[in-house]
Structure formats: C-alpha cells, structure tokens
C-alpha cells in the first residue's frame, strides 16, 4: 500500500491509496471554495446521557447529484470534482460537510461538558463536535457497487481502513474509530458513487459502550471473554452460519434485529482492524465481497444496505471487545421496508418479523 | 368514560370506550377467522443485553389497505371489520399479528433466559414473546387524524390510555406500559386509518432502563430528582419552549435527536398518566392537540410522527421517573427525510442538523 498526500483548496486533507508505490503527481486544487464551515456542536443529554451532534450547517448539503456534477468522480476534462485527479484507486478525504471536526479545535474535555452539574445541563454551552468524518471513494468508477470490486481492490480498501484507524487512534482527544458503508438511497444515502465513511469519535459511542459493560460483567462472573464464548455459541448454531473458512466466520445472529442482517467475526479475536494478519486479510477480502454479492440477490434489485466495522475504543476500555462487522439492510421484501418507529425509536425494542435461522437459509441459497 | 366488553371470532377482547354511559349492544364477530399465530419469540442477545422480538408470523400482515378494506372502520353493511359495531367512539382491541401476546401464555421467568450461561446463550431455547399489543382506533372515521378531533374526543382517548396502563400494569409479568402513534406512510404505518398502539412489555426497554440509571446515578450525587432539575433547566430555556400552562410544558430539547422534536412534560412530576388530576386531563388533550396541529402546518403536506408517551416501569424502579411525551417526525424538508443508518443505528450517536432552537422558533411561528 503507497499513500500520496494531497490537500483541498480549504484545506482539506485528502490522501491517495494505492496498491503499489507509485508516483503520483496531484495537480492543486484551483476550485474557489468556501471557507470551511465553522464546528457543529455536540451536546450531552442529561436524561439519556448520551451526546448528539448539533451541526446546522449540513441542512444545506447536495442531494443525490447526477453523475455529472458528482463529487466523488476523478476530476476529469472541465470537471474540479473533490478529487484533484484524473484518476484513482482509493482516496480518501474529509467531509465538506462534517458532523464532527478538528479544524481549529483542540481536543475539548467533554466529560466537563458532560457533568450535569456543569455548563450543558443549562443548555447554555455545548463542547464544539470535535472528531474526524471522512470519505472513502472506493472505486474511481462512478457505477461501481462495493460487491462489483475485485479481491486486490477490496484488500486495498481494508488497508485502508486499517491505516485510517491506526492515525485516527493516535489522534489525542480520538476514543474511538468506525468506519462504514450506507448503500442505497432507501437507508439515505445522498451521494450514489461508491463510497463509505469513517466517523472518529471523541467518545466512546453508546452501543460500544453498553458491549462492553456486558462484556465487563461476563468477566466479573466467569473470568472469560463474552465475545469468545458468544461466537462459539454461533458457530455451533450451523443453522445461522452462512460462511466461515479458517480465518472468518459469517452468521444471522440469533437475536438478529433486521430482516437479513450477518456479523463476521474473525476466529481468533481482534480489538480492531490493524492487527489481522495477512491471511486474515486475503480471507477477509474474500469474504466479504462474497457477503455483498448475496446482499445484491436476495431481492430483484440489489438491497440496500448498512455496513459497520465494530472496532474496540482507543484506550483500555475496549481490552476484551471483539473487532466485527455488522451487515444489515432495511429490506423486508422487495416491496417493503422495515421502518424504525415507537417501539425501536421510542423504547429501543426491535421487531423483526424474517426468522434468522430462515434469513440465513435464503443467505445460503443465494451464493454466487 | 364508559367501557362496553365485547370479544372477536378468534376470541381476542374489543372494548369500547364511551365519554358517557350508554347501552351498547355489541353484535356477535361473525367472522371466520384463523387460530391466532402462536406467539412470537423473545430472544437475549448476549452482546447488547436486550431483547428482541423475532414473529415470523407477521411478514404476512396487510399493507396499506383502500378505505373499502379498513379493518379499523365499523363494521357497516356488508363490510365485517375488527370492530363488530356499526360505530364507536375509541376502541381498543388485541392486534391480530401481535409482536407479544398473553394467549395461552403464563408469564415466563425471563431472568432465566437472559442468563448468559443459561439457554439463550447456545440461541436454542427462546422465551415466548410474553406481553400485550393493542390498537386504540382514534375516531370511527377512516379519514380523521388526531390533530382533527375535537378536545373531548382527545381527552377520551387520555382516558383509555390511563385506563389501559393501570389494567396493564397490574397483569401479571408486565413490567412496563408504552403507548403511542405512528402516524403516516413515511414512518412505516400500514393502516391509515387514525390509531395507535400499546404495548405491555414483560421487561423495562433499554431507552428506560437507560434514562432510570441516569436518574439513579444523580440521585446518588446530589440527593436530587434529575428530571426536575433538568425540566427547571428546560423551563428556563424560554428560546427552546413552543408552549407552556400553569401544568404543562412543551419543548424542543436541547440535545435534540430529530429534525423537529418536542418533549411535553407535566410541571409536576407524574410517573404515568394514570395520576393525572381533572385540570391537568383538560390542559393535556388542550395541549397535545395544539402541537399534533402544529405538525401537520410544519411543511406543506401534515408531517410524519411517533408520539410516544413514556411512563415509569410498574415496579420501583421507576419511582424517580417522570411520565411524559416525545414527539417528533422524521422529515428534514418538504422533501427530505432524516435516515437512520451507520451512525444512528451502528453506534447510536444522532446528527441532527435542524438546530433546536430553531426548530423551537418554526414551532411556535406555525401555531394555529
């Protein structure tokens, strides 16, 4: 893996992958852009504890532009695209219109901030929304999907990932590093070219945080890791595996929230992406284009879908999680979606209405 | 209020709700219904520590039917519908794809099933999915919705859902009493016409569970109730509240997760509606009928919205919570919607870019 690092005209950065050294002349950036946009905030709710980022500036964001005007393509003919360059393998540079920010920032103390006896429970002064978002364009092809990219191209992408989540851990005021994919405009999805993203939190984020009290407590009775015996379980449970080789194994989870949704959880536990070896990634590859593909033929069309890397927290905290991915879509049917409303939203409560040990039969049949 | 029983075919309770005692003569449901679907399943899921619904049977439930085919109309002519009169005021019937039911059930020891080192860790031995879903049908008219019933069919409505909290609350097993509306396609609603839902949960739901350890916590610090000093804060931020009256207090929160959202608590603490006084009854359907309105003048089509009333567990461990509304939609612009996807639903931090107190200044600009 070779990098070249390049900046935007505000002065963003943006960094180029590539899967052999080479030299790449960038040319600058000459778009007249405005200023970047001033930090959105985050503020911490007292009755939930939890933070939400505050960010006012990204109601005026593009929606779904024609391939034309898309700001993912290479910067070609008359065309000054957000990638300074006629071509690419994989790039990746902050979001225009991030929710979370270190431009101008230092690392603030959120748990100040955080205190309901401090400045947030007046609702007077939230902390600036410190952190990172970034893009990942994972293909220079406007129409490519993740699940059309080849092996090699695939690895390329998760050494960068692992790259990104090497520099963005040793981030000071960084606690925790996700990187994602959304596809499809059905969960949302604003800009069609292929692309994940990674958010870098300054904390750690709720649902890492409530595993990890599981796991902190299945310790306290057992003296033994959560993450190894649940994938155990799962491993024995052949009805809801999908795949699995030495390396790797892909199942429905037994308490599966979404009508089609797989975790991959390599063999032998990981805190997070940089510490699988070479075989661990080839496999992982592999894998997980396998895992695409069924997603794009479970239905007439391809489904869209959420991919997300669980990685464990920068610091101590995450010592016993498990590095995983979680691949869901919100397809119920070809014609009907699964909606989150009073139950899941107001309660946290999901219902979901494909059996798992069924959903990873229909996984099963539909392999390439 | 005046409550008529009556049962359907396949032997589910209908009971009608009048404001003033009537004889209500209920003709026989004579329907040829299937056995009700045996119940769902509740499965632990060992990571996260929550439970989830897993009902196979409701993957088949009608979508969006024309007015001729409501099942929530009366039944009039030759139309046979869940409700087996020719009118009603509220009623409120078992829902026949329940995500939990109490049919032939006795409650199950769930503790057991959550034990990580017990059944549901091998994902072999489910819980039946114990509880209670019920449809409460607004107003007999296909084409109403709530923002357009009169103060006293509202206030109707307050009194079935106390009255259902206070008959599910004492069933044996149901730990905690959620009553809400989906309103509109755009959020997931398959039935049009005007109506919500309650669910009896046989646990406290992670959202409370959550916001009572909160609350605990800063008891444990301050000797204090954190909803009151949070809704004192609330009260004061005078630029974030849409309406107030000697008994209640209507506001955007200050870590708001969606684009327009208002919480609505009553000025003295109640852990459920059930101890609501005369005046503060009135106020309410006064109130809550203000906002639904202001919704539907938000943006040029009525918005989409989960009402969702959050009361206090049965049990003691609620005894510091405080009953009260969220209300929100899950649209950004006319045309836009706010999507739940990788960060929302992968790590639960929310990106709200509507700004509260701008969302609190279109509130009050579009009272009616």
Redesign the interface.
């Known amino acids: 893996m070779h990098k070249t690092q390049a900046w935007l005209a505000d002065g963003r950065e943006c960094t180029f992958y590539d899967r052999r050294p080479m030299q790449r002349d960038i040319p600058a950036d000459r778009r007249s852009l405005p200023a970047r946009p001033a930090a959105?905030e985050l503020?911490?709710?007292?009755?939930?504890?939890?933070?939400?980022?505050?960010?006012?500036h990204?109601?005026g964001r593009s929606?779904r532009p024609g391939a034309a005007e898309c700001p993912l393509c290479p910067s070609r003919g008359s065309a000054a695209t957000e990638i300074p360059a006629a071509d690419y393998e994989v790039v990746v540079f902050d979001n225009r219109f991030p929710?979370l920010t270190m431009a101008g920032l230092d690392p603030p103390d959120l748990d100040a901030f955080a205190d309901?006896?401090g400045p947030?429970?007046?609702?007077?002064v939230p902390a600036p929304a410190y952190g990172r978002c970034e893009i990942v364009c994972f293909s220079p092809d406007h129409d490519a999907s993740f699940a059309d990219l080849k092996p090699d191209q695939a690895r390329l992408i998760l050494d960068v990932w692992r790259d990104r989540t090497e520099i963005l851990h040793a981030t000071p005021g960084i606690e925790?590093v996700?990187c994602?994919?959304?596809r499809g405009p059905e969960?949302?999805?604003t800009q069609p070219h292929p692309h994940g993203?990674i958010?870098a939190?300054p904390f750690v984020?709720?649902?890492?945080a409530?595993?990890i009290?599981?796991?902190a407590e299945?310790r306290r009775r057992?003296g033994r890791n959560?993450?190894d015996?649940?994938l155990a379980?799962?491993r024995?449970?052949t009805d809801?595996v999908i795949v699995a080789d030495e390396s790797w194994t892909a199942f429905v989870?037994?308490?599966?929230?979404w009508p089609y949704e797989v975790h991959l959880y390599p063999n032998r536990r990981h805190r997070d992406l940089s510490s699988l070896d070479e075989v661990e990634l080839d496999s992982l590859a592999t894998i997980y284009l396998d895992l695409l593909q069924r997603f794009d033929r479970l239905f007439d069309t391809p489904a869209p879908y959420?991919a997300?890397w669980?990685q464990a927290p920068a610091g101590p905290a995450g010592r016993d999680f498990a590095m995983h991915l979680?691949l869901f879509t919100n397809r119920?049917?070809s014609t009907?979606?699964?909606?989150?409303?009073?139950?899941e939203?107001?309660?946290?409560?999901?219902?979901?209405?494909?059996?798992?040990e069924?959903a990873a039969e229909r996984l099963r049949e539909v392999a390439v």
Chains 1, 2 share one sequence.
């Open positions: 959105a503020r911490f709710d007292v009755r939930s504890g939890r933070w939400v980022v505050i960010a006012g990204r109601q929606f929710a309901p006896f947030a429970a007046t609702g007077s925790q996700f994602f994919e959304n969960i949302g999805v993203q958010y939190f984020t709720p649902r890492t409530a595993t009290a599981q796991a299945y057992t959560l993450y015996d649940a379980a799962d024995a449970a809801r989870p037994y308490a599966a929230q959420v997300a669980h979680e119920r049917t009907t979606l699964k909606h989150l409303a009073g139950t939203i107001g309660m946290a409560v999901f219902s979901n209405d494909v059996v798992p069924q």
